[in-house]
Nanobody
Framework: QVQLVESGGGLVQSGGSLGLSCAAS????????MGWYRQAPGKQRELVAR???????AYADSVKGRATISRDNDKNTIYLQMNSLKPEDTAVYYC??????????WGHGTQVTVSS
């Protein structure tokens, strides 16, 4: 079983910055990627960014150039730094962890609200 604990959400003004973190614990020995999805009201959940176990990163077009995902392997923690935030970034952000031959695990989500 995998546990994911997210932190760092909150309210920020448009143009501001915010950092999220997600700490993983439990049975993660065959993990190959972690990252963040987000879901805004009335919209489908979408991938924001992910990072693989070897450090390869990928970003949604909507956040490229504004977001940076990183990881601390010693702490089994990933971080998402988002800059130049826009109201359309408002969503619940969910951390996920993918393991080989297992369904992905999800965090409970953290709310990010960007005021205009």
């Amino acid at each position: 079983q995998v546990q994911l604990v997210e932190s760092g959400g909150g309210l920020v003004q448009s143009g501001g910055s915010l950092g999220l973190s997600c700490a993983a614990s439990g049975n993660i020995f065959n993990m190959y990627a972690m990252g963040w999805y987000r879901q805004a009201p009335g919209k489908q959940r979408e991938l924001v960014a992910r990072i693989t176990s070897v450090g390869t990163t990928a970003y949604a077009d909507s956040v490229k150039g504004r977001a940076t995902i990183s990881r601390d392997n010693d702490k089994n923690t990933i971080y998402l730094q988002m800059n130049s935030l826009k109201p359309e970034d408002t969503a619940v952000y969910y951390c996920f962890l993918s393991r080989i031959n297992n369904a992905p695990s999800w965090g409970h989500g953290t709310q990010v609200t960007v005021s205009s």
